[in-house]
């Protein structure tokens, strides 16, 4: 059962343009928000996060908006640029029997454009 | 952050065999664990590795199939046992500093491929 989910598995963007990659969720006891970053070949890389308790945190480029109504976020860069292009996950947090299990989306690649 | 590294990056095995894997942290850090990731699949937790004491596993995941190893604050291994097609994956080590295991980091990846 997927409790992540990001249901655009590609998007394209211009440089210098704001790129949108969104997440849906279904648990309600999830705390904790995170954005990955994977190149091929490699490891995801920590993006960005926010908590519950917060609707938006910034970090450069990146801007994280979470709506928890909704059970929904959102990634925001801006601008864009050709670096950008990678394969983005969303992850949740809840505490599990194991601690704390990162449960993933499955991704949204995203493509910038020069 | 931490940097981590994953032994072999990539392997063939045949089925019915078993492979370990390895994974190294450059520095000691509280949590660490194993990922699958299935074609076109997300991420999925297979265990967390304990450090002195048995691993703990997520629903679907057993130590029969995937025994783990942490014998210390920097390394862990997961072997892949008794090896069928279904368990050609990337195989993911990510390690997290504190107990909260928010924010974890990933090393490269272990491609496997079960002919």
């Known amino acids: 059962d997927q409790q992540v989910k990001q249901n655009s598995p590609s998007l394209s963007v211009q440089e210098g343009r704001i790129s949108i990659l969104n997440c849906d969720y279904t648990?309600?006891?999830?705390?904790?928000f995170l954005w990955y970053k994977k190149y091929p070949a490699e490891g995801p890389t920590f993006l960005i996060s926010?908590?519950?308790?917060?609707d938006k945190n910034e970090d450069g480029r990146f801007t994280v908006f979470l709506n928890k109504s909704a059970k929904h976020l959102s990634l925001h860069i801006v601008p864009s640029q050709p670096g950008d292009s990678a394969v983005y996950f969303c992850?949740?947090?809840?505490?599990?029997?194991?601690?704390?299990?990162?449960?993933f989306g499955k991704g949204t690649s995203l493509l910038v454009t020069p | 952050s931490a940097v981590i590294s994953q032994k072999p990056s990539r392997d063939i095995c045949q089925r019915g065999t078993s492979l370990t894997i390895q994974c190294q942290v450059d520095?000691?850090?509280?949590?660490m664990f194993w990922y699958r990731q299935q074609p076109g699949q997300s991420l999925t937790l297979i265990a967390t590795?304990?450090?002195?004491?048995?691993?703990?596993?997520e629903s679907g995941f057993v130590i029969d199939k995937f025994p783990i190893s942490r014998p210390n604050l920097t390394f862990s291994t997961l072997t892949v046992s008794n090896m069928s097609p279904e368990d050609s994956s990337i195989y993911l080590c990510?390690?997290?500093?504190?107990?909260?295991?928010?924010?974890?980091?990933f090393g490269p990846g272990t491609r496997l491929t079960v002919t």
């Open positions: 926010i908590s519950s308790i917060k």
């Open positions: 648990n309600s006891m999830f705390d904790y």
């Open positions: 520095s000691q850090v509280t949590m």
């Open positions: 590795a304990n450090q002195g004491s048995e691993a703990t596993y």
């Open positions: 992850a949740a947090s809840a505490r599990s029997n194991s601690g704390y299990a990162l449960n």
């Open positions: 990510s390690a997290a500093r504190g107990t909260s295991g928010y924010e974890q980091y």
